[in-house]
């Protein structure tokens, strides 16, 4: 395969891991989002009630799922008058970033936005296609010249900064996306995990008016309900564009197993599990960020999301063997965007136990 993939970025850390392995207390690995608590029962109940599935299951998704879905981003996020055919579920969100400009047909002679501290999937996924990957994040950032944007991605609360695009940041994407004939994709995963700033969809009325023309937001499972295993994720929003891609994943075999489907559509109907699990991430970042500031770091944006975005003005792997010295793991900024934008900074998740983040914090205490 002729494709300028970068190399695995992880595979970077395990000197840093090596070191933060050999801390007498053991490790804290708060490198990886990676959810750490149990899979709610809930899921565990639905999923065994379908175990018996012995025929293909519908890469639509059933009936029950898609009514779940679309009457979640109601409730929700007031996301109205969508209908459960606009509504199609993923194997886990980050298979769609990576193939959605596949899925659309992208190639070389088109371009894909994303922002500049991001996600790396969202650049691979462009380069899988044999299309232009440009950062930016606004419209005001993009050169005239660039070429045809095809595909914009847009990410609230951010992976990694922890960042929420208020309405009108949104609403200036949407209207620049629907001038120039582009997609606008809005990564939404973390949303459910709002501190200091209320995440807002791009389905909302106050971001997209009365229409989610060329619009389509990406919503998973993975760690609102610690259903990362599952790889349960879906799209939503554009009922044509969703249509299209529903042809197309048809044509490849990319189908949700049918008891997923059934886990899935029971999480979706329920309010109660997520509240348990944000108010898990809550007391844990409520113990983790003072115990930063307090060692020097200042964190910037964080104000929502799994994340907390950190800097003490270094290099982001000097800080990354500062805090291996200490058995803690972090994510150097480099793995996110250019070192000129990233790269003082780190990234510390509030997936581990409550014990390894109070030993975390202890140990940046002392």
Not at 257 to 283: F, G, K
Request: with cysteine.
């Amino acid at each position: 395969m002729n494709r300028a993939l970068p190399d695995f970025p992880w595979d970077t850390l395990a000197e840093a891991a090596q070191r933060a392995r050999a801390h007498p207390d053991g490790l804290v690995d708060l490198s990886v989002g990676t959810p750490v608590d149990p899979t709610p029962e809930l899921a565990q109940r639905a999923l065994a009630a379908a175990a018996d599935a012995p025929g293909y299951p519908q890469t639509a998704g059933t009936p029950e799922l898609r009514r779940a879905m679309a009457s979640w981003l109601s409730r929700r996020w007031g996301a109205r008058d969508l209908a459960p055919e606009a509504c199609l579920p993923v194997l886990g969100t980050k298979e769609l970033v990576g193939w959605l400009p596949t899925l659309l047909g992208l190639g070389p002679a088109d371009v894909v936005v994303f922002p500049r501290a991001a996600y790396p999937t969202y650049r691979v996924g462009a380069l899988m296609a044999g299309a232009r990957a440009v950062a930016a994040d606004h419209p005001d950032e993009l050169d005239p010249g660039v070429g045809p944007v095809r595909l914009v991605w847009v990410n609230s609360p951010s992976n990694p900064t922890g960042e929420v695009l208020d309405a009108e940041r949104l609403g200036a994407w949407v209207r620049w996306c629907r001038e120039h004939g582009a997609v606008l994709a809005s990564d939404e995963c973390y949303g459910e995990l709002g501190w200091e700033a209320e995440p807002v969809s791009v389905l909302h009325p106050s971001v997209c008016g009365a229409s989610s023309e060329g619009l389509l937001a990406l919503h998973s499972l993975s760690k609102r309900s610690n259903l990362a295993g599952y790889r349960a994720g879906f799209v939503a929003g554009d009922a044509a564009l969703v249509g299209a891609l529903l042809a197309v994943r048809k044509h490849l075999g990319m189908i949700m197993p049918a008891p997923v489907q059934a886990a899935m559509t029971a999480l979706l109907d329920d309010d109660e599990e997520i509240a348990a699990q944000r108010e898990r991430y809550r007391r844990r970042r409520a113990l983790l960020r003072p115990a930063l500031e307090a060692a020097g770091y200042r964190l910037d944006h964080s104000t929502a999301g799994l994340y907390l975005w950190a800097t003490r003005g270094e290099d982001a792997r000097a800080t990354v063997d500062r805090l291996a010295d200490l058995g803690i793991l972090v994510a150097p900024g480099d793995f996110y965007g250019e070192p000129e934008v990233t790269g003082q900074h780190v990234r510390i998740a509030l997936t581990a136990t409550d014990e390894r983040v109070a030993a975390a914090a202890e140990r940046l205490g002392a």
